[in-house]
Structure formats: structure tokens, C-alpha cells
């Protein structure tokens, strides 16, 4: 049975801001991020918006009613959760009215979430073949102002429809995974913003993708020519990018070496404009080198998970015919039709917090549209639908 992603979909806040604008703010040459990083933009959410409206949103983009009454089974990752108890799964599974025999939950570790949850929901349906699983990677990423991270972080999320006979890509059992327990990038109860270890994440995300790749190539009999493109998790483009390289042979002929990394160079398309997305990154570099790339049904395409402290995994899937009809061909808009902010405008609007009574009540004061936070009445979270 070929189970896979059978829809993807995407959004992100209307509101970035120009990474070249925050360098010159910050005293930085801005070369520094936008060469350093290969960063252009990075999206703004305001209070009204959270991982919960950002994934139903995402879900909404590529749901129909039909799919809805099917979905037996959410599952979110994320590391930016907004309840130590409840998932945000189950906010979205309201918000969207989808079928209530449905389990919904939420996966959590660093950026790797959403790539489990890959795995959760094939394993559901290889039990339960008539089941739509409802995958989701929502998250934002917030470092602080003038923090060392603050050119890398972003926001939005991912949705992808996993069921049987999928129209866009079939995922192949080839999982290889890793685990090495350090402290690169954490972020305990009591702080609103990650630690990063910046030179060492770097170097353990290089040394799991390293040791990860090989094995993969081992268990799977494998050769890098057995894949058309590759993503990767993007903590920012050029970091991805920094790893890809490692991974080509040097003995590869220059010219094929070039179409993998004119590839790979569409996959970070997106998040250039986006900035990091966390457990999305990596599923919006495939939804970037699926809507800007060339590749053809049968292409075989190899993806790079990574979640600091620390997970890894390599996987692949392969691209079923006619997959680009699941696909928009006008995404770019989305972006042109943002609005633009001034460096104060972003640090007032990014970092402003949801002032709470003593009762556990906030008017959050929005624009009241379709999957926003409406307020917070009791301590409990209630949105505009």
C-alpha cells in the first residue's frame, strides 16, 4: 500500500519585515545577514496570532468538507506550544470541525516534531487504510531584541493531508534516525526565549546530519545519484545550504553538482522570505522545491530532519504522477502582498504581550477575522471562527 502526502498547504502572518532594515537598526553590515544568512525577510505575528490560528489556517488553505468528515487523526509538531497540557491539535481540530472520532495530539522535540508525527500517521494508516491524517508543523520562532538569533526567526506553519494513494508523493520506508543528547538550543519552562549555543548547534547539526547520511546510505544500499533533490532543515538558508555541500562527493562532476544545488537553491526559496519556522522549515523547503522546481513523477527526493538537543533523520519520498496539479502556481503573491514594517513597528508589534488580569482574562483587541485569538476569558483561549 503507498501512503503519503496527498495535499500541502502553507501560511504565514501578512506582516515582515526586512531583514536589511534590522541590520542597519542593530549597527550590523547588512552583508552580514543577507549574504552571511542568506536571509531577505522574516514574518511578524502579532498577540492575536499563535501556533493555533497559524495551523488552521495552513489546514484550511488545502482541506475540503469531504476531508474533514475523513480525518480520524491530528497530529501537531511544535516547540512554541501554548498550554503545558492541552495540544493545540485539539484548538485546531474545533476550529476546523473536523470529524470528532478523531484522536488529536501534539508532538514536541525542538524541530524535529512534525517529522515524527510523518511517521505516526503512516503507521495509523497502514492499521486503518481508509483514515486522512491530518499533519501539521506550526511554530514561531522569537529570540528577542538584539539577540544573537534575532536575523533567524520567523513564523508560519505547514499543513499536509497523509492518506493511501496519495496525488503528491509516496514517502518510502528508508527512515534513518539518530539521537545524541546535548544542549545546543533549549528553552526551560520559565524562560520566553530559547539558549542557543550558536557555534556548537552548528557544528552537532553537521555532525548528526553526517553520521545520519551514512548510516542511511548503508541501510538503504543507497547512493546520492538514487535522488533528484534534496531538503533540508533550515535553522536559517544558508546553513542548509553549508550542509548540503558536505554532502556531496568530491569527485561528483561539476555539472551534476550544479543541477543539485540549483535544487536545493529552490527548496530555500520560501524561507528566505519567512525566516525559520522551526518544525516547518523543513516541509516548507519541500513545499518551495515542489512549486518553484522542475521535477518530474518518479523523482525520488531526500530529506534532512534535525531537532537540536539532538534528533536527526534522513527519509525520502517519491513524486507520483500529475503531482503538480495538487499544487498552487500563485503562492508568490502571498508574499507580495504583505505589509512591510519599520524596525519600531516590529518590536512593538512582535513582542507586545497579552496583558491577563488576576481573574485570567485579556481582550486581545484584534480585527476579529476568521482564526484569530479572540480573547482569553478564565485563563482558557478562545478564537474568532
Given amino acids: 500500500m503507498n501512503i503519503g502526502i496527498d495535499k500541502i498547504g502553507f501560511s504565514m502572518p501578512n506582516r515582515y519585515l526586512d531583514i536589511k532594515d534590522l541590520a542597519v537598526a542593530r549597527g550590523i553590515d547588512p552583508d552580514k545577514f543577507t549574504k552571511g544568512l542568506l536571509q531577505s525577510e522574516m514574518c511578524v505575528t502579532s498577540k492575536e496570532e ?11 488553505e488545502i482541506l475540503t468538507k469531504e476531508d474533514k468528515e475523513k480525518i480520524d487523526m491530528i497530529v501537531l509538531g511544535t ?10 491539535a485539539v484548538f485546531i481540530h474545533g476550529l476546523l470541525k473536523i470529524n470528532p472520532y478523531a484522536r488529536s495530539v501534539e508532538i514536541k522535540e525542538a ?17 486503518k487504510p481508509n483514515s486522512y491524517v491530518l499533519v501539521i508543523a506550526s511554530d514561531i520562532a522569537k529570540y528577542g531584541v538584539g539577540a544573537g538569533g534575532e536575523s533567524t526567526q520567523g513564523a508560519g506553519s505547514v499543513a499536509m493531508l497523509i492518506k493511501k494513494d496519495p496525488r503528491l508523493s509516496i514517502l518510502n520506508i528508508d527512515n534513518t534516525y539518530l539521537t545524541q543528547d546535548a544542549m545546543d538550543f533549549f528553552r526551560p519552562n520559565y524562560s520566553p526565549y ?31 545519484q538514487d535522488f533528484s533533490a534534496f531538503c533540508f532543515h533550515i535553522p536559517y538558508p544558508k546553513m542548509a545550504l553549508k550542509g548540503f555541500r558536505k554532502i556531496l562527493p568530491e569527485t561528483m562532476d561539476e555539472k551534476e553538482k550544479e543541477n543539485y544545488i540549483n535544487n536545493f537553491e529552490k ?8 525566516g525559520n519556522i522551526y518544525t516547518g522549515s523543513l516541509f516548507l ?15 525520488n527526493i531526500c530529506l534532512y530532519s534535525y531537532g537540536s538537543g539532538a534528533v536527526s533523520e534522513i527519509f525520502s519520498m517519491t513524486l507520483v504522477e500529475n503531482y503538480k496539479k495538487v499544487l498552487r502556481k500563485d503562492r508568490i503573491n502571498d508574499f507580495n502582498n504583505r505589509t512591510r514594517l519599520n524596525v519600531k513597528e516590529y518590536e512593538k508589534i512582535f513582542f507586545e504581550k497579552i496583558k491577563i488580569d488576576n481573574e ?18 478564565s485563563h482558557k483561549r478562545i478564537y474568532n471562527q
Fill in 360 to 377: 485570567g482574562n485579556a481582550n486581545i483587541e484584534g480585527n476579529g477575522e476568521k482564526f484569530t485569538l479572540k480573547e482569553i476569558s
Fill in 50 to 60: 499563535d501556533i493555533v490560528t497559524l495551523g488552521a489556517r495552513a489546514a484550511e
Fill in 194 to 224: 530559547p539558549f542557543v549555543e550558536g557555534k556548537f548547534s552548528t557544528e552537532l547539526y553537521l555532525n548528526c546530519l553526517e553520521l545520519t547520511w551514512k548510516r542511511f546510505l548503508k541501510e538503504n544500499n543507497k547512493k546520492i
Fill in 267 to 274: 527548496s530555500i526559496f520560501y524561507s528566505k522570505k519567512v
Fill in 111 to 127: 524541530c524535529y516534531g512534525a517529522t515524527a508525527a510523518l511517521e505516526f500517521a503512516r503507521n495509523h494508516i497502514l492499521s
Fill in 79 to 88: 516547540e512554541t506550544g501554548i498550554d503545558q497540557s492541552k495540544a493545540a
Fill in 285 to 299: 523547503g519541500l513545499l518551495s522545491l515542489l512549486e518553484n522546481g522542475n521535477l518530474k513523477a518518479g523523482d
